[in-house]
Nanobody, 119 residues
Framework: VQLVESGGGSVQAGGSLRLSCTASGYTYSSVCLAWFRQAPGKEREGVAAIDTDGTTTYSDSVKGRFTLSKDSDKNTLYLQMNTLKPEDTGMYYC???????????????WGQGTQVTVS
C-alpha cells in the first residue's frame, strides 16, 4: 500500500492550498481515508476523514474552511484548504484505514507527508 501526498507549500494567511493524496496497492473504494497534521512539538491531529460512502468528518478547527473529496477513478483524495491560518501550519499526512475516524490509531497506512506553512 502506497500513499503519496502533494500540494503543500507556503502561503499567506487567508490563502488557499489543495492537497492531493494518490493511493495504490489496495481496493481504493473499500477503505476510509483521512488527513492528519502535525505541527512542531505537537501531537498529530486528525483534520478530516471520508468514509467509503463519501460521508465526511472534520475537526472543529477546520470545519467550514477545509473540504475533503475523493476521485475514485484517479484513486486520489483531495483536501481543499481555504482561509488558511498560521495555526494550520504543519506536516500534513494522508492515511488509509478501516474507520472514518480522526483518531490516528484507526489508520494502518500513512504517506510521507507534505509541508504546509502559513505566515
Amino acid at each position: 500500500v502506497q500513499l503519496v501526498e502533494s500540494g503543500g507549500g507556503s502561503v499567506q494567511a487567508g490563502g488557499s492550498l489543495r492537497l492531493s493524496c494518490t493511493a495504490s496497492g489496495y481496493t481504493y473504494s473499500s477503505v476510509c481515508l483521512a488527513w492528519f497534521r502535525q505541527a512542531p512539538g505537537k501531537e498529530r491531529e486528525g483534520v478530516a476523514a471520508i468514509d467509503t460512502d463519501g460521508t465526511t468528518t472534520y475537526s472543529d478547527s477546520v470545519k467550514g474552511r477545509f473540504t475533503l473529496s475523493k476521485d475514485s477513478d484517479k484513486n486520489t483524495l483531495y483536501l481543499q484548504m481555504n482561509t488558511l491560518k498560521p495555526e494550520d501550519t504543519g506536516m500534513y499526512y494522508c492515511a488509509a484505514g478501516t474507520l472514518p475516524s480522526l483518531n490516528s490509531a484507526h489508520f494502518d497506512y500513512w504517506g510521507q507527508g507534505t509541508q504546509v506553512t502559513v505566515s
